[in-house]
Structure formats: structure tokens, C-alpha cells
Nanobody, 125 residues
């Protein structure tokens, strides 16, 4: 079965940290840029970060820049998103997606070959 599976979400206090994990099965991530997206209730989905196929280049949404890091281990077919100094406005469902491109340029609009099912992040005291 070709799929992406996210994990690592949960309830965290403001200022806390989480590491989201995205694992691919049934296909290799090597040829894909991987994007992380989030969607909060009543809001549009937004692209949080992206990492290109070999991990050399990354992109971050301005509101998470400086407190988030995306990385990948192609040998493990896995991509990570580490988020620090979490804020209540980070509360959302987070999804990873395989971008039909090796590079992140235009990743928000670019076609996605695979989406994960999402993992919930709730930042609250």
C-alpha cells in the first residue's frame, strides 16, 4: 500500500516542543520534495515547511521560521518536522505530502502525489 503516515502530534503547553514524523511505505521518498501543511478549523490550509529531495534546501512559513526545523532520512524513508516554542496559534491538524517535484519551488500549488492522514497538534495550557 502506497501511503504516508504521520505521528508525533499531541497536546503541548505553550512554549513546548514537538517532533512530527512522516513515514512513507510502498514507495521511496528519494525523488520527492516533502511538504508539511496544517489546517485549523475554519481556516485555509497553509504550507508550513518543505524540504527538497536530498535535504539541501528547506522552506518555512514566516510564522514558524526560526523555531521549526524540517529534516529527512531517506534511508529510513522518513521526514521530520521539529517545532519549538509552540504557540496556541500553531494548533491545527498537520499533514505531510509528497510533492511531485524534487525541489520545493512552488510546493504549495504543486501537485501532491501522496498525502498523510494527519496528526493533531494542540497547544494549550
Amino acid at each position: 500500500q502506497l501511503q504516508l503516515v504521520e505521528s508525533g502530534g499531541g497536546l503541548v503547553q505553550p512554549g513546548g516542543s514537538l517532533r512530527l514524523i512522516c513515514v512513507a511505505s510502498g514507495f521511496t521518498l528519494d525523488y520527492y520534495a516533502i511538504g508539511w501543511f496544517r489546517q485549523a478549523p475554519g481556516k485555509a490550509r497553509e504550507g508550513v515547511s518543505c524540504i527538497d529531495g536530498n535535504g539541501d534546501s528547506t522552506y518555512y512559513l514566516d510564522s514558524v521560521k526560526g523555531r521549526s526545523t524540517t529534516s529527512r532520512d531517506n534511508a529510513k524513508n522518513t521526514v521530520y518536522l521539529r517545532m519549538n516554542s509552540l504557540k496556541p496559534e500553531d494548533t491545527a491538524s498537520y499533514y505531510c505530502a509528497a510533492i511531485r517535484n524534487y525541489y520545493c519551488s512552488g510546493f504549495v500549488a504543486e501537485r501532491k502525489d501522496y498525502w498523510g492522514q494527519g496528526t493533531q497538534v494542540t497547544v494549550s495550557s
